[in-house]
């Protein structure tokens, strides 16, 4: 991307180029105020935002570097509204229902509302699939309480580094994991798969 660029949910696709790209989440020049950072492709690539122009939001580059279709979008500190489930997402659930998975993940969950929506839905399609709740946004582990609530809400917790690192911005984001673990464990039984280094359990 050039070193000034808009981002812009009225951009069709195979249109962008280095300095316009296009975005799925038609919210986002509501969400961002002059000064936000945005971080793209876990922050790979960083815009500062200096103006918001109807649709067409329009940013610095501060970091760099190739950004390729289909990569995430984030705020640093959080703040992003955008619902944890998409129009599409909710007829994937239908096709989830279709081939008898047995688990779903969420990813995005802001509160376990947004879980217990998906285990609403799948219930509603015959599904009985189990819950992964997919922690990635800043909001989920802004408190403890938060974080129950996310944990009571589902069946498994999968705290992903990348997004959530990218979404708080400091030092330490394995600390989540740590303050998840025990909450995981008080709520529900917790098992650990293979070589224990492995570090891959289930809550």
């Not at 979404?167 to 330490?172: A, D, K, L, S, T």
Request: glycine residues 12%; hydrophobic residues 35%; proline residues 4%.
């Amino acid at each position: 991307m050039g070193i000034n660029s808009c981002s812009t949910p009225t951009l069709g696709k195979g249109e962008g180029d280095k300095e316009k790209v296009g975005i799925d989440y038609k919210g986002l020049p509501a969400d961002v105020v002059p000064g936000d950072i945005l971080l793209l492709d876990d922050g790979r690539v960083q815009l500062k935002v200096l103006e918001v122009q109807g649709m067409k939001v329009f940013t610095e580059v501060t970091v760099g570097g190739p950004l390729s279709n289909n990569k995430g979008i984030n705020k640093l500190g959080g703040g992003l509204s955008a619902e944890a489930l998409t129009e599409k997402d909710k007829a994937d659930i239908k096709t989830a229902a279709l081939i008898g998975v047995d688990y779903l993940a969420v990813s995005f969950p802001r509160c376990g509302e947004d879980l217990n929506y998906a285990r609403r839905l799948a219930r509603d399609a015959g599904c009985d699939a189990k819950i992964v709740a997919k922690v990635e946004r800043a909001e989920a582990v802004c408190s403890q309480d938060a974080m129950d609530d996310i944990i009571l809400a589902s069946d498994v917790v999968m705290v992903a580094r990348g997004d959530l690192g990218c979404g708080n911005w400091r030092p330490g984001t394995g600390r989540h994991s740590e303050s998840v673990d025990p909450s995981c464990a008080s709520a529900k039984p917790s098992g650990n798969h293979g070589d224990p280094d492995d570090g891959v359990n289930d809550y």
